[in-house]
């Protein structure tokens, strides 16, 4: 059986790798998105995503019973459907650039709720390591705090959902097969992507899917979508929501170093912003696990959405 210590280990490389996978996808969505609109492209990466899940955990002897429970649901809302729907809503009338501003608010929403709802007592690392986190953020992108409107809204609805998900999955799912619950996640996520893109093919018309165009679905429904949920599930459930939380700073942080192997211009600042968001992520992932009074065992947990299935109380 292996050690917390081993367990934890394992845990942060899933994290690190997921969130490697994350940034990796943004210059392939950049390019993408100028072949396809944003409903179909999401909503194509959750198909192909749901299907790989899908074989894989039926593979595994699982049952639709376990992949369609309340807790995947819930997921597969907070996590899939919301965070990526809200924020192609909101990118119809916000910049690029405010948008990834408003992901900074994403490790303060997940440390708001590790405290006020998980009772997490953060350490001393933890706190510089969020703080890091997004003023790499905001160095990265460079601009100014954007002036409060609907697209800003609702990009931070999505932060805030996506939020919610991450903290969920740290108190709840450590009684849930992760592949079964990043499963039943895309599953949900997909059902409730799918009227949108109908939508924006009734407006837009169909896209020509080229060879390219097909590829990079394929690469972010399989990698960018699949491999990390999976990976995000099985992380989070191991370390703190606060440290979970702090990792999303990683995103724009590698992001750029991505942007800059396919030919973007070097800035120092944002190049400094990427490596104070890495540093913010070490500290605060390598606190010491016993100062936090919530440990997410199976014992310890007792999830109404999952008790429910199992006919609990």
Partial sequence: M???????????????????IWASTFVVSQDALTRVGPAVLTTARFAVAAVILVAASLLRGASLGDLLGKAPAFCGIT??????????????????????????????????????????????????????????IMLIVGVGIPEPGMGELAILSGVVAY????????RYSADVDPLDLATGSALYGLVLLTPWALWELINDGTPQFSVGLLGAIGYLGALGSASTLLL??????????????????????????????????????KLGGGFTSLLGIALASTTNRARHRHDPTPAATSNPLVAGEDGGG
């Fill in 232 to 269: 995000w599930t099985a992380g989070v459930r191991r370390v703190s929501a606060t440290t979970a939380g702090a990792f999303t700073g990683a995103i724009p942080a590698l992001g750029y170093l991505f942007a800059l192997a396919t030919g973007e211009p070097l800035s120092w600042v």
């Fill in 163 to 170: 939020a919610v998900y991450t903290a969920y999955l740290h």
């Fill in 79 to 136: 996590g899939v459907a919301l965070y990526y729907g809200l924020q192609n809503i909101g990118l119809m009338t916000t910049g690029a650039g405010t948008a990834a501003l408003l992901q900074a608010a994403l490790p303060i929403a997940t440390a708001g709720l590790a405290i006020g709802w998980l009772g997490e007592r953060l350490s001393g690392r933890e706190l510089v390591g969020v703080a890091l986190s997004v003023l790499g």
């Fill in 2 to 20: 292996l050690t917390d210590a081993t367990q934890r280990t394992k845990a942060l490389l899933a994290l690190w790798l997921a969130v490697a």
